[in-house]
């Protein structure tokens, strides 16, 4: 029996920056699917209730469903697909992640899976968007998760599952979430090129990410980079990048732990950004190095702000005009205003976004 491989597509909110952002995990998550077709994953299913999702999917040879749980719950709904379907082999994924991946390295993924007996691969143990395993009767054991995030955790320490984490590159961990992560994806070597026609904030963003890009190749010059940063980010930047790094690691974990809504989050740069304000925040950065990827959920739960997504996206688009006054308004006028290249962003900026940049900047960066 071979493995089915199953992507989840729900939408975000109403603004125009999030609708543009689910076209754009729309159309990663048919590729996809039409790269796992031709690995040998069967049957192909897409959950969704969004019309233009279903006819992407299908076009890709999904079979669509629309989900069952209200509200969504992810691991009902893998658990239910599995029971009617007859599923023992399976491989999930967000809409959104996975656009670099190969049909040679899903057709690894599957054959793996094909061979093993009590297997989950993951691309992050801690936080998947990726995640294959069998036998799918392990979901019948844990407790089911809501998200996708900690299911390969559970198959492991509940359901008894032998574990292993995909190899760390571009193509395993970039997920598309916000805006920056849109745009760097078009610069890496291996987007495809359904994807590279897609208007992903050009006109905000692009300078700032070649100026990045141009960054990393180049000696003596420095980079901060600020936020959940893990440890393989941390090893992977000192042999992969020519300039030098400043790193701030602060608050892994603190959405899975609850410190981000709890008022428990605290970060160094939350502190100095008390004490200083917007505009001398970033004059004092800017003393620090020579150009910035900042993971700004951690400093917005620092100071008790609570931005709703289309809020957040507006920031990380450097839109201060588009925001109501404020302490986020001030924000990002002072970040827009920065006298350096400034990407703002989420977790994945920090992790797949920074892999994906430095892959893509040595495989012919942009000339000074």
């Known amino acids: 029996m071979t493995t089915a491989f199953i992507v989840f597509f729900g939408r975000g909110g109403p603004s125009e920056i999030e609708r543009r952002l689910d ?75 996975g656009a670099l991946m190969s049909t040679a390295e899903l057709t690894r993924l599957r054959e793996e899976i094909d061979a093993g007996e009590a297997l989950v691969l993951s691309n992050n143990y801690y936080s998947a968007d990726l995640v294959a395993f069998t036998p799918a009767s392990a979901l019948t054991v844990i407790d089911l998760p809501a998200t996708d995030n900690p299911l390969p955790r559970r198959l492991h320490q509940q359901g008894g599952l032998s574990s292993r984490q ?57 980079l901060i980079v600020a936020g959940r940063v893990g440890a393989p980010v941390w090893s992977y930047l000192e042999s992969q990048t020519a300039c030098r790094v400043r790193m701030l690691a602060e608050e892994r974990g603190m959405q899975a732990a609850g410190r981000d809504t709890s008022g428990e989050a605290r970060t160094a740069l939350g502190f100095l950004y008390r004490e200083i304000g917007p505009q001398g925040f970033f004059a004092r950065l800017g003393e620090l190095g020579d150009g910035m990827l900042f993971d700004t959920r951690v400093l917005f739960a620092h100071l008790g702000w609570q931005p709703n997504a289309q809020e957040r996206f507006a920031s990380d688009l450097f839109r201060a005009d588009s925001l109501a006054d404020g302490e986020l308004r001030a924000f990002t006028a002072a970040a827009q205003a920065a006298p350096f290249p400034l990407l703002l962003g989420g977790h994945t900026l920090v992790s797949g976004v920074l892999w994906t940049l430095v892959e893509a900047a040595w495989s012919g960066h942009p000339e000074p």
């Open 23 to 97: 076209s754009i995990k729309i159309a990663i998550g048919a590729v996809v699917l039409a790269r796992a077709r031709e690995a040998g994953f069967a049957p192909l299913v897409a959950v969704t209730a969004d019309a233009e999702a279903k006819g992407a999917f299908a076009l890709s040879g999904a079979d669509v469903v629309a989900p069952r749980t209200d509200p969504f719950h992810f691991g009902e709904e893998l658990l239910g697909l599995s029971r009617a379907r007859g599923l023992e082999r399976i491989a999930t994924i967000g809409a959104g992640a």
């Open 166 to 222: 995909l190899d760390r590159s571009a193509a395993t961990l970039l997920d598309v979430d916000t805006p920056a992560d849109a745009a760097v994806l078009k610069r890496h070597p291996a987007c495809p090129p359904e994807l590279r026609a897609l208007d992903t904030w050009e006109s905000e963003l692009g300078d700032r990410i070649d100026a990045l890009m141009r960054l990393v190749t180049t000696p003596e010059r420095e």
